[in-house]
């Protein structure tokens, strides 16, 4: 495995998990770099839900995991959150009764005490203003910043969860899933979100089924198999991997996404 470019972003290093007698993660290394989309793939019950829920403080493990250089693995989920790292989870999470705005809102005003200390120098009120109207512009959801949330399709519903990261000051993503139930369309304009997300920033770590449209979008790719790491490379590597075929793809899988 090549060595990242910089330490910047999310860096695992042999992180592994045991359920009793199960290995749920079996020394995972993985690197999400800023501006970088990252694939993690796997049958289910590879073990792809229990390294977000490891990486983010949920669930206990062992080995090293680094934001920007700096050991986070000893932190509480919720100084994690406040460091940079978000996830958002695979049922709905939004406000329905509030606008998309205001459930932007929520997140921007909900910082630990570097928000309080920025706060004290910056008026509270236009900085997070600033911060829901660029996560929405950068997610494409401007032209229904003040309907309600329940109002929204699906595939925008997703879109605002992630646009809640963002304006949370998220430096790396964790998208468990963000496309499911998502039709084919919806996918595919979702996928050009995911990389304009990436573009404008942070390093993205995507889990899901949905295969043309991780290897679609992403710049690398990490195959589980039963907690196992057995591959990380190219999404066009991917594809024609004997051992990731055998294992997950079942057969050579085409690219829809540009
Ligand atoms: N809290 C837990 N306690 C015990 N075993 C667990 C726990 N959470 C997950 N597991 C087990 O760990 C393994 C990995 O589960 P995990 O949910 O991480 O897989 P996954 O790759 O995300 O699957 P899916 O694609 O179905 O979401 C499975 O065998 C699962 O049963």
Redesign the pocket.
Known sequence: MSEPVSDKGLHTRDLTVR?GG?V?NDSVTIDVEPGKVVGLI?P???????FVDAVTGF?ACEGEILLDGTRIDALPPHERRTAGLSRTWQSGELFGNLSVAENLLVAARAGGWRTLVRDIFVPRRKKSDDVVARALDVVGLGDVADTLARDLSLGQQKLVGVARALAGGAEVLLLDEPAAGLDSMESQSFAGRIRSIADSGPGVLLID?DMSLVLGVCDTVTV?EFGKQIFTGTPAEARTDPTVVAAYLGAPVEATHA
């Open positions: 359920y199960l749920a796997g289910n019950g590879a073990g792809k839900t229990t669930t089924h589980l």
